[in-house]
């Protein structure tokens, strides 16, 4: 075969492939199927989604409705209109057309289930990253990144699918309500933007213990991170590990670990050394230097107060970094409980329709809505991000919820806008999102309490599911009773 003949096979290839995409619906704005979904372009390229869907082999053999690019832009859109069901997602995606019926939620399900988890998951590695530039208010300590790392646990449908994959999690009142999922994730601190995260069920391997999912977010450290995470997380196979790719640490500590001083700092700080089990601390081989900071304070309305904690770094220098310094920064790890609450409560929450916090009944879908949430928040966080660059903002100004509902009801009107128009209106969004300011953080501190602790109704329990169908109706099993009076009366009338 020659060149020239190799060439046009290789066009027509490709004209093919091209052809197996296309919908068998006509497109709207932009070219789009799902034409009112323009705006997520901004954040996530059609080209990077089609190029996802090439590598993980999502190739339609023929033309049909729901092609694996617009039910991957209908799943996309799930993660933003997280307050609809699946079939009113895809109308608020697409414009009207006359004579044209929208495809049933069962279709849509099938779909989903065809797509699968590959694409989404190649999709969040390619399009999440840090956010934070070096101009970015609180985004880098001294030339560091700041990065955290914590886990949540997230409830699922109660099917049976769901509860052989993922389990549930038990205690001295009995097995949870719901199946659970725990997620682990790792996000920048400056713009709340999750850049990695692995989720387990609890019957998995590995899923009942948050440090065996770590391993998989430490290989998206970078040179130039400052990564911080709590006592529960620590081992020294994973700060060896984490460590080893060039980051720095801050860890904190339980008090149970014996940690020799082996020189005092001027900042009250000492040096330390950790190693892999007592018998190789007592030959003094193969330890790790490291610093230890001791702190407690005295404020009574904080929690712990008296209570000495402890502070695990790889900054060795107390010059350059001053204790206070790092005791105020590992603090700043709790900006990662703001994102759980901005995905839990704020972009996904929990309502009469929906009593926990995902809503797939099947383990792919489980997995799959993880990375369509994650998607969703990440496109939020970064027009956030690029509004608070414009105005010199921290980012920590600007309201989630707010923004996220500026994101919801501008899509629409950025896709009817000519397209000579889209990126003046694209700047208007950034300049209305960047009003939508919060009070910086006031001093404050909240007890970790709950307003209702137990519910009065008794536990559901196997036996209360799967009800077998009634056979009488309830006007059949009515049964009347006499009046205790109409009883009594009736006896002495017989004596």
């Not at 911080?228 to 904190?252: C, E, I, N, P």
């Not at 339980?254 to 020189?263: G, I, R």
């Not at 970064?382 to 660059?389: F, G, S, T, Y």
Request: with cysteine; hydrophobic share 35%.
């Amino acid at each position: 075969m020659n060149r020239a003949t190799r060439r046009a096979a290789e066009k027509a290839t490709r004209r093919t492939k091209r052809e197996q995409r296309d919908s068998t619906l006509p497109p709207g704005h932009g070219g789009k199927v799902l034409d009112k979904l323009l705006l997520l372009e901004k954040v996530i390229p059609r080209d990077q989604v089609l190029q996802v869907l090439l590598d993980t082999g999502c190739l339609d053999a023929r033309r049909c409705t729901l092609t694996f690019e617009v039910t991957c832009w209908l799943v996309l859109a799930m993660g933003i209109l997280t307050n609809m069901p699946l079939r009113a997602v895809f109308k608020a995606s697409r414009s009207l057309h006359k004579c044209e019926d929208t495809p049933h939620r069962s279709s849509l399900s099938v779909a989903r289930q065809r797509l699968g988890i590959a694409p989404l998951r190649r999709l969040f590695y390619l399009i999440a990253g840090p956010l934070a530039t070096e101009q970015t208010p609180g985004a880098f300590y001294k030339g560091l990144r700041k990065m955290a790392l914590d886990a949540t646990v997230m409830t699922v449908p109660d099917t049976a699918a769901n509860e052989n994959a993922f389990g549930r999690s038990s205690g001295s009142r009995g097995e949870a309500a719901f199946p659970q999922v725990r997620k682990l994730s790792m996000i920048e601190v400056g713009s709340h933007a999750e850049v990695a995260f692995v989720a387990k069920g609890f019957r998995s391997e590995g899923g009942r213990d948050e440090q065996s999912l770590m391993p998989a977010l430490l290989k998206h450290l970078r040179a130039g991170m400052l990564l911080m995470w709590d006592s529960g997380l620590y081992s020294f196979k994973l700060w060896q590990q984490a460590a080893g790719t060039g980051s720095q640490l801050l860890v904190r500590l339980s008090s149970v670990m014996h940690l020799p001083v082996q020189k005092q700092l001027s900042d009250g700080s000492y040096l330390s050394k950790v190693y892999p089990s007592t018998y190789w601390q007592q030959k003094d081989r193969n330890g790790i230097e490291v610093r230890v900071i001791c702190y407690t304070h005295d404020d009574p309305r904080r929690v712990n107060c008296q209570v000495e904690h402890r502070l695990l770094t790889t900054l060795l220098d107390p010059v350059k970094y001053p204790a206070r310094e790092l005791i105020c920064l590992y603090h700043e790890r709790w900006e990662i409980e703001l994102v759980y609450d901005e995905q839990k409560t704020h972009q996904h929450p929990k309502r009469a329709e929906k009593p926990t916090h995902l809503r797939s009944e099947t383990p792919a879908g489980v997995i799959q809505e993880l990375y369509t949430l994650s998607l969703g928040h990440y496109v939020t966080r970064a027009m956030m991000a690029e509004a608070a660059r414009r105005e010199g903002l921290d980012p920590d100004r600007l309201s989630f919820l707010n923004c996220l509902r500026v994101l919801r009801n501008r899509m629409p009107e950025y896709a009817g806008k000519p397209a000579s128009e889209r990126e003046d209106f694209y700047e208007a969004i950034l300049e209305e999102m960047s009003k939508e300011r919060t009070e910086p953080r006031r001093n404050r501190i909240n007890p970790r309490v709950v307003k209702v602790k137990m519910s009065k109704f008794d536990k559901k329990k196997p036996e209360h599911k799967g009800i077998p169908k009634l056979e009488k109706t309830f006007e059949e099993s009515i049964v009347l009773l006499r009046s205790p009076v109409i009883e009594e009366t009736q006896a002495e009338t017989n004596t």
